[in-house]
């Protein structure tokens, strides 16, 4: 009996977001262009399901030369996966990574780098239930945060809510 009652308050509190994330072609016209960096079209979608609440995503990758980065805007359950290693605040560096979370215009950002492969994710948690996730490929972790700065944190944020 406790065991049903669990699962009904877990349903009703994520039904309770249910309707309330914005539209994929929302989000996908928050992408910005970038001069100099070829970019796909966007790619994203729409879900609800009745156990795991409402889910919305939104990606478009950037390339120019050598250099790669996949940008995407998540909710739910990928967004708290993706925020998860950042969660406890650890900062590490070493020869060859780094792993760091910073406070940049009032939103958390986790930074986690490859120092030898270049490669890596910058991760904006811009709502409880939603970040700006940035994996890159041939770059500096510096370079992916300027390309995660274009984005409007604020107004996603404000989606969001």
Same mark, same amino acid.
């Given at each position: 009996?406790?065991?049903?009652?669990?699962?009904?308050?877990?349903? %009703? /509190? %994520?039904?309770?977001?249910?309707?309330?994330?914005?539209?994929?072609?929302?989000?996908?016209?928050?992408?910005?262009?970038?001069?100099?960096?070829?970019?796909?079209?966007?790619?994203?979608?729409?879900?609800?399901?009745?156990?795991?609440?409402? &889910?919305?995503?939104? +990606?478009?990758?950037?390339?120019?030369?050598?250099?790669?980065?996949?940008? /995407?805007?998540?909710?739910?359950?990928?967004?708290?996966?993706?925020?998860?290693?950042?969660? /406890?605040? +650890?900062?590490?560096?070493?020869?060859?990574? $780094?792993?760091?979370?910073?406070?940049?215009?009032?939103?958390?950002?986790?930074?986690?780098?490859?120092?030898?492969?270049?490669?890596?994710?910058?991760?904006?948690?811009?709502?409880?239930?939603? &970040? $700006?996730?940035?994996?890159?490929?041939?770059?500096?972790?510096?370079?992916? $945060?300027?390309?995660?700065?274009?984005?409007?944190?604020?107004? %996603?944020?404000?989606?969001?809510?």
């Amino acid at each position: 009996m406790k065991k049903r009652w669990l699962t009904l308050l877990t349903a %009703l /509190s %994520l039904s309770a977001f249910a309707g309330s994330l914005p539209d994929y072609k929302t989000l996908c016209a928050d992408f910005p262009d970038v001069s100099g960096w070829k970019i796909t079209k966007c790619d994203g979608m729409k879900m609800t399901n009745p156990m795991f609440g409402e &889910v919305v995503t939104a +990606t478009k990758s950037y390339t120019k030369g050598g250099s790669r980065a996949d940008i /995407s805007i998540l909710s739910g359950m990928q967004a708290m996966m993706m925020w998860a290693p950042y969660q /406890s605040g +650890t900062t590490m560096e070493s020869d060859d990574e $780094l792993m760091k979370v910073e406070t940049i215009d009032g939103f958390p950002v986790g930074i986690g780098y490859n120092k030898k492969d270049r490669s890596g994710g910058v991760v904006v948690q811009i709502a409880p239930n939603a &970040v $700006l996730a940035v994996t890159f490929t041939d770059m500096s972790w510096k370079e992916a $945060l300027e390309l995660a700065k274009r984005f409007d944190w604020k107004k %996603l944020h404000a989606l969001f809510q």
